[in-house]
């Protein structure tokens, strides 16, 4: 069984654990988007989509899609997956590589198994990553103040790049993922899945209003913990493949 997972020794121009990483994050995304992101930065769509202009119905739906704030939060998201990445191919340099590489996987796969115990049951959750140091989210909501009602395209992509730091422990488990592909192009592929997962929740949003989005939120909440499930599950037996494969 382990041999099937042997390449990921040798991780290549982008990593060969990259592909499964970066699919699992879009689907995690996609369905944490309606469920976590719609809710939380649904108010920051709201806002701009407040200020598109009147005009054609092709011009309303081009506002409320707001491609330049989502260009912009993938800007972000890309470039941590990157760092994070590099940051992991660093830890894994020398004769422990593949040591520290399962360590990372099963990192990212903990917080993964936490997030879905969050969501199964509340009271047994661990400690919260979901809950923003006060003064780091104060200081972004400051400077995102500057482009909320921004109506330009510049603006908006500023938007998205500020939003993109918000703190979260949704976001944290992708990353701890992203750093497993230890390197620059694998990192920042599997974090652009998640940046376009997390698309359409926001996008609903934007053209409908917030309760588009609502409709589906509650489907996407039963659904998410067991893909949560299945993140930790998969991420851990790429980090057992590692430790016990071929050498």
Same mark, same amino acid.
């Given at each position: ?24 994050? &879009? ?137 993109? &730091? ?82």
């Amino acid at each position: 069984m382990f041999a099937h997972f042997g390449h990921l020794e040798n991780p290549g121009w982008c990593g060969g654990e990259t592909v499964p990483i970066a699919l699992l994050l &879009f689907l995690t995304g996609l369905l944490g988007g309606f469920a976590h992101c719609g809710p939380m930065c649904g108010p920051f769509v709201l806002a701009q989509v407040a200020n598109v202009p009147d005009g054609s119905f092709l011009r309303r739906l081009s506002g409320g899609m707001l491609l330049p704030y989502h260009l912009g939060r993938a800007t972000t998201y890309v470039a941590l997956g990157a760092i994070a990445a590099l940051l992991g191919a660093s830890l894994a340099s020398g004769p422990a590589a593949r040591v520290v590489l399962a360590v990372l996987l099963l990192l990212a796969a903990a917080l993964f198994v936490g997030q879905a115990i969050a969501r199964i049951a509340p009271r047994m959750r661990p400690v919260s990553l979901d809950g923003p140091p006060a003064r780091w989210s104060a200081g972004l909501a400051h400077v995102a103040r500057w482009f909320v009602a921004d109506p330009g395209a510049t603006g908006r992509f500023a938007l998205g790049v500020v939003l993109g &730091f918000l703190p979260c422990g949704f976001l944290y488990a992708a990353l701890a993922a992203a750093a497993a592909t230890q390197t620059v192009a694998g990192g920042a592929i599997a974090m652009a899945g998640f940046a376009l997962g997390t698309m359409p929740s926001l996008v609903a949003v934007g053209i409908g209003g917030s309760l588009a989005a609502a409709r589906w939120r509650q489907s996407a909440r039963h659904l998410l913990a067991p893909l949560f499930l299945l993140n930790g599950a998969v991420l851990g037996v790429l980090a057992i493949a590692l430790i016990f494969g071929p050498g």
